[in-house]
């Protein structure tokens, strides 16, 4: 469903140039959970960034239904950010003064959902998300992991085929923390509709609870389970 092959990333010029992305290689099926893990500075985001379109790689591809882009500039990929990715991140970005409902329905209508359809996939999404009872409340209403669940809501609206999860738990306690990790299961392993999620995550619980563990280190992406993502050796200590 989505395919990453050569990708590549550099920022600044000359003897200041740094190679964030050095030949990113990855898959993720339909209904894939994938959690992508490294250390801090190793090019997550930047790798988020290109595949939703946010920003050009410097070579290689993307392929995400049918869709072939990656080293086009945000303005000319639209489409990939309308009707194909969707975002979820640390922070909620829900607007306050508006209700869980129509924070969810304004998304859809400035991507050109005329209102009534957007009210009704808005309900909807709320529901999926275990929200039919809180839909009309602002997000000062509503604790961090349901502010959560409504930006997923929003994000799930849209139809689109993968989201892109920063750090979703980040501002969230661990029981809420562990809702969301459930709801992200029950999206991507829905029988009818199943979407993929590939989430950044520095936490070892969210992680090994993934479908698959991805590490992101000296550039490049191998498939990892916690212990190498953490430098952890076979007894326990820390690599040297």
Known sequence: MLNVSG??????????KLQVLKGIEMEIKSGELVALMGPSGCGKSTLLNIIGGLLPG??????????????????????VRRSLVGWIFQDFHLLDHLSALDNVAMALEISGVPSKEAEKRAMLALEKVNLADRMHHIPDQLSGGQQQRVAIARAI???????????PTGNLDISSGAEVL??????????????SILMVTHDPELASNADRMLLLRDGKTEASDIRSAWGLDEEGGEEE
């Open 7 to 16: 990708l590549t990333k550099s920022f600044g010029s000359g003897d200041n």
């Open 58 to 79: 410097d070579s290689g591809s993307i392929e995400l239904n049918g869709r072939n882009y990656g080293l086009k500039n945000p303005s000319s990929v639209v489409d």
């Open 157 to 167: 609206a849209g139809h689109r085929p993968i989201l892109l999860a920063d750090e």
């Open 182 to 195: 459930q709801l992200f299961k029950d999206l991507c392993h829905d029988k009818e509709n199943p979407i």
